[in-house]
């Protein structure tokens, strides 16, 4: 029975509240706190059990810790935006509360995202014995602990992982983006990187692409980009040679991007606009779908998954494990598209272990740190079932 609070009312939030509801046995009191108390009210006229909800600018320190002393959860589940990362792990050292997030922090001033800010806070929480959980989503977060959970059962070493991300859903719009555009095109117009041998290798954006046959989706061309759990793989797996990440796109969608990008509209610098300041890329967002409103009419399948090379008992192995989820089969349960629910619901699952003591620390970890078994037990019966085979 535990007290948990999470913040931000989008796309991934809403799942996050769904599927917290779900399980009163562990979160038996939920606070849902944003900056639009109406999107806050919204989620919890779609429940079927009484929450809290509040108004909060999570940019604000001393109004978090405000909320948080007159709610005292025990956890934070903290799915508003990557800018707001270092505020609320500052309210959770002030006031004695665990955090939890789905996405490493970056300034909003600087298309960059890197581990160092929020691994930084490690001795901090160490020293206050509370514990921050980073990347808890699905990618980061479920890739990370299929990488886990190979090396617990099917590798004595890994030598080589590619993680493959398909979205083959279709939502009817010419050009959306699935989560929050203005992350989502600060990551997608960034340019690649993968890690190899111990050294990080640049490619220009979108530049290196394959062809990748996808189960219940088919052959599919995906590109290489940087993403945050390269990072931390390349730290906790040891002896690992080579980590990619790819992600599909289609030619309708990189033909967009490519337009925007050559007018200048996914610029991060203020331009002066008769007189005005204005963050062409913040403009850009207004005008696009809010990413939770596609979920009604999306039709299609996800499938994200680790290829991973190794040994094991001496002989070469190459393994594939993976998910696939169907963005009609969300909207039906939590009202949500796929992209939003397979974030959500590790979200969940990660705030369970921690809050039941299965997954517990003093400090800042990442979730292949701790044991993959009950993660991937609970993604079956938390609707993210996984697959795997043996590909040689
Ligand atoms: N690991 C993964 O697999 C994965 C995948 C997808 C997304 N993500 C992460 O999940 C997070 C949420 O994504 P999303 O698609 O749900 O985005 P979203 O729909 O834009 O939702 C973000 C929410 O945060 C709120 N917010 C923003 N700034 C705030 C502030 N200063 N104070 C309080 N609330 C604030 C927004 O409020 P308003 O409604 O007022 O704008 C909105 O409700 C992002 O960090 C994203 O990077 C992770």
Known sequence: MSRVMIIGAGGVGGVVTHKCAKVPEVFSEILLASRTIEKCERIRSQLSRPIETAQVDADNTSELAALMKSFSPEL??????????????????????????????????????????????????????????????????????????????????????????????????????????????????????????????????MAVHRTFDFPEIGPREMYLMYHEELESLAKNIPGVKRIRFWMTFSQEYLTHLRVLQNVGMTR????????????????????????????????????IGCVIEGVKDGRVRKYFVYNICDHAQCYREVKAQAISYTTGVPAMIGA?????????????????????????????HHGLPWHERFLD
Not at 113 to 140: I, S, T, V
Not at 271 to 299: C, H, I, M, R, W
Not at 357 to 365: D, I, L, N, P
């Open 76 to 205: 934070v589940i903290n799915v508003a935006l990557p800018y707001q990362d270092l505020t609320i792990m500052d309210a959770c050292l002030e006031t004695g509360v665990d955090y939890l997030d789905t996405a490493n922090y970056e300034p909003p001033h600087e298309a960059k995202f890197c581990y160092k800010w929020q691994w930084d806070y490690h001795d901090r929480f160490k020293e206050k014995n509370l514990m921050a959980l980073l990347g808890c989503g699905f990618d980061p977060g479920v890739t990370n602990i299929f990488c886990a959970h190979a090396l617990k059962h099917h590798f004595d070493e890994i030598h080589t992982i590619d993680i493959v991300d398909c979205n083959a859903g279709d939502h009817g719009h010419p050009f959306a983006t699935n989560f929050n555009p203005e992350i989502n095109i600060r990551e997608i117009t960034a340019r690649g990187k993968y890690y190899e041998n111990g050294q990080w290798i640049e490619t220009d954006p």
């Open 268 to 303: 991060i610098d203020p331009v002066d606009y008769e007189g005005t300041q204005v963050v062409p890329l913040k403009f850009l967002k207004s005008l696009l779908p809010d990413p939770s409103s596609l979920a009604e009419n999306y039709k299609g399948k996800t499938c």
């Open 352 to 380: 369970m272990l921690m809050l039941q003591g299965k997954w517990r620390g003093e400090g800042v970890f990442n979730v292949e740190e701790f044991d993959p078994d009950p993660f991937m037990e609970a993604l079956n």
